[in-house]
């Protein structure tokens, strides 16, 4: 089974912190995504990775960067940590290229972010 | 530009009753559809997805789904819903051109299946 594993599940950070979100896949997917998850907007795109080094913005990239320099592993940064950053956070991962045509995303538990 | 709705916030069923969660999509060609469903406090998991053939699609759990090219739609349905079967369910799309497995997500919708 593909496993998706985020490294917090729960994290409280303080408002102008930096703070690091890890996720590791162990199926050797080329993509990689991070997601937002709020109540009644579903989940929005804030980055993704369809290779080592190589990053996308999604829908909602300000305030966050991300990292890719191994294939496995893709961090999700938040430079100074905001309260309207208080949030869910879904991390995921799909086979690339053609042969992932079709194939569905599999995603982490998620980390519960709190910005106080 | 692409979307998808789920015009339903919340579904309420009767245990045994059917059940259907409706998703509505705005994406150009012929997309790939998913459904996916969050427990509490938990990551998503996938249900069923149509990439082409049949319009009637089965997943886990006793889920389907129905594409309907016309409506642009991809309702989930299940023929009898179990308490067990509440959680908040999401559809996704995804363009067939390019590699990169971008999903477009709808805003979620909560079933309460009652005893």
């Known amino acids: 089974d593909v496993k998706v594993t985020q490294s917090s599940r729960y994290l409280v950070k303080r408002t102008g912190e930096k703070v690091f979100l890890e996720c590791v896949q162990d199926?050797?997917?080329?993509?990689m995504f991070w997601y937002r998850q709020d109540p009644g907007l579903g989940l929005r795109l804030i980055y993704f990775?369809?290779?080592?080094?190589?990053?996308e913005k999604g829908d909602i990239p300000e305030g966050y960067s991300v990292s890719r320099e191994k294939k496995e592993r893709f961090s999700l940064i938040l430079e100074s940590a905001s309260t309207n950053q208080t949030s869910m956070y879904l991390c995921?991962?799909?086979?690339?290229?053609?042969?992932?045509?079709?194939?569905?995303?599999?995603f982490g538990q998620g980390t519960r972010l709190t910005v106080v | 530009a692409q979307s998808v709705a789920q015009p339903e916030d919340q579904v309420n069923v009767a245990e045994g009753n059917p059940l259907t969660v409706k998703c509505t999509y705005s994406?150009?060609?012929?997309?790939?559809l998913f459904w996916y469903v969050q427990y509490p406090n938990r990551g998503l998991q996938f249900l069923l997805k149509?990439?082409?053939?049949?319009?009637l699609v089965k997943g886990s759990y006793g889920f389907e789904a129905e594409f309907n090219k016309s409506q642009t739609s991809f309702h989930l349905k299940k023929p009898s819903a179990l308490v067990s079967d509440s959680a908040l369910y999401f559809c996704?799309?995804?363009?067939?051109?390019?590699?990169?497995?971008?999903?477009?997500f709808g805003q979620g919708t909560t079933l309460q299946v009652k005893p």
């Open positions: 994406v150009s060609g012929n997309p790939y």
């Open positions: 149509y990439i082409t053939g049949d319009n």
């Open positions: 996704a799309v995804r363009e067939r051109s390019g590699n990169t497995g971008k999903l477009i």
């Open positions: 990775s369809y290779d080592v080094k190589m990053k």
């Open positions: 199926m050797d997917h080329e993509n």
């Open positions: 995921a991962s799909s086979l690339g290229g053609t042969g992932g045509r079709g194939t569905e995303a599999f």
